[in-house]
């Protein structure tokens, strides 16, 4: 997270050079961001996190070497502070859930970077996850197109554990304590499990572990 005055430092990863270039240039012409580093794959973007330690890492899905959920995995196992944003020319739901569970905090489809990207960054520089309307759009249109056997209402263990700790009314900070894990990662365990389930706050998620017996009513 950035103090008052400081710019966001960030690194864009993408492979295909003229995008890049757009995405930095984007990225110089904002008062409060530095373009602090850049890589054309996914090898090469895990070396320049770790050693120009951006605020914000913006990573491409698609990437030789390693994709952009490889590569995020890599960076989050060595420093959780840098904030993972994925950008990503895919708008299946697949992509964005492998997101998710590699530690991004955010999301943004290529086709609405130009209206989104700025707002991500700043918002997973601040701890918090944004997923981008287009995305948002495709998830709720597909959610409502599936029919109620094949909507993904299957948590992993860990995720269980979080909506345990939510429904019970813990803080983030009490939750990622423990269960010895970062804010983030927390925060990022909470939108993917809402991203799943369909729903959209804490109360919701509480009903949810009070009909699971996680929880006493």
Known sequence: MTGAGRSIGVLVADDHGVVRSGLAM???????????????????????????????AVLDVSMPGLTGPQAARQ????????ALLMLSMHEDERYFFEALDAGALGYVPKRAADADLIDAIRTVAGGRTFVSSATQGTLMRRWLESGPGDRREELTARELEVVKLI????????????????????ESHRANVLAKLGMRDRVELARYAIRRGLVEP
Do not use: F, W, Y
């Open 75 to 82: 960076i989050h196992a060595h420093d959780d502070s840098i």
């Open 26 to 56: 984007l990225i110089e012409r904002q008062a409060d961001m530095a373009v602090v580093g850049e890589a054309p794959d996914g090898i090469a973007a895990v070396e320049r996190a770790l050693a120009d330690r951006p605020d914000v």
């Open 167 to 186: 429904a019970e009314a813990r803080t983030n900070r009490q939750i990622a304590e423990a269960l010895h894990v970062s804010e983030k990662t927390v």
